[in-house]
């Protein structure tokens, strides 16, 4: 059984679809902690499932190493880590930039999804510039976190057209259909072991 640490920002619907996932006994992972860097809405959903939650604030640290190094602390706590059974830490919907420290301690278990094709559209907007670019696709990436931003090595992709004139929550709230059932399926076959993240990230 794959353990997991997810790490959100808001709403946490991914993390919903993570949790109703492993309600399957079938289900190959189990959602040991979720963590956030702010008072996310979706830590709701962890409770009410319960699952131990925390929040470590970049504001009551020195600097994003330091904060990288309490966020690995208190993943580690609930035995999401290194060592044989080092289980995987899994972005969804955190809205930061996990430092290089925090990187190395984990890597290559670590993923995130993103709400576009990478490489492009990468960084905290990625719908937004999508439309603005005049992007006619776009999608959803699940990849291995690096040391870069949105750049490690892609693992899953599904794609979406865009339509004419269609507000940017209208579009993400597509892309978020499709990103669920698409992060779900991910965790499903790296804890199978069908789908092998690349050593160091790279
Ligand atoms: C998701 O679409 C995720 O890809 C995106 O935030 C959303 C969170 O939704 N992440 C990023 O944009 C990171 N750059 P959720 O809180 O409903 O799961």
Redesign the pocket.
């Known amino acids: 059984m794959l353990k997991l640490a997810v790490l ?10 993570l949790l109703r996932a492993a309600e399957d006994p079938d289900y190959p992972a189990r959602i040991a902690c979720v963590g956030s860097d702010t008072d ?1 809405p ?1 830590l709701a959903h962890a409770e009410a499932a319960g699952i131990p939650t925390f929040i470590v604030r970049p504001r009551d640290s020195d600097s994003r190493e330091e904060w990288g190094q309490v966020l690995a602390a208190a993943i580690q706590e609930h035995g999401v880590g290194s060592g044989p059974d080092p289980g995987l830490v899994v ?5 930061r930039i996990l430092p290089a420290g925090f990187v190395r301690e984990f890597s290559p278990n670590l993923i ?5 094709l990478l490489p492009d559209f ?6 937004r510039d999508a439309l603005a670019a005049g992007a006619t696709e776009t999608g ?1 990436t699940v990849h291995v976190i690096d040391e870069g931003v ?1 750049t490690g090595p892609v693992l899953r992709q599904a794609s979406v057209t865009v339509r004419h004139g269609e507000s940017e929550s209208e579009l ?1 709230e597509r ?2 259909e499709l ?2 059932p698409l992060l779900v399926q991910t965790v499903r076959e790296i804890a199978e072991g069908g789908l092998v993240l690349p050593p160091n990230g790279g």
């Open positions: 959100i920002s808001g709403g946490g619907s991914n993390l919903q679809a996310a979706g972005s969804a919907g955190l809205m995130n999804t993103h709400p576009a990468p960084g905290a907007h990625a719908v959803v949105d993400h892309i978020k990103e669920r």
